[in-house]
Nanobody, 121 residues
């Protein structure tokens, strides 16, 4: 499975962005996917995950109520809708996929290249 994240850009605090993750291969449709992010000088941290069918989602406390993860298996894509953005959301955002849905990054086998999100105050 190859993943490619896109949609990151500069946005003002309070604004919205929608990140997309395009996937190759049929395997993507049967495995979970997640978004992680990494700010400068910090560890890569979990943001959200969604199971293979889209029926189950889970969010980090820092984004709960503001971000929504979704997927479209017919199109082999995943998305992260980000609303009410804050400067603390500034990071490189990575999509990931793996057989087990988890908030632990080592559970994910496949990773995209990352897309930069910058939120100005």
């Amino acid at each position: 499975v190859q993943l490619q994240a896109s949609g990151g850009e500069l946005v003002q605090a309070g604004g919205s962005l929608r990140l997309s993750c395009g996937a190759s291969g049929r395997t993507f449709r049967s495995i979970g996917m997640a978004w992680f992010r990494q700010a400068p000088g910090k560890e890569r941290e979990f943001v959200a995950f969604i199971n293979w069918s889209g029926a189950y989602t889970y969010y980090a406390d820092s984004v709960k109520g503001r971000f929504t993860i979704s997927r479209d298996n017919a199109k082999n894509t995943g998305n992260l809708q980000m609303n009410s953005l804050k400067p603390d959301d500034t990071a490189v955002y990575y999509c990931a996929a793996g057989a087990r849905t988890s908030d632990y990054r080592d559970e994910y086998t496949y990773w995209g290249q990352g897309t930069q999100v910058t939120v100005s105050s």
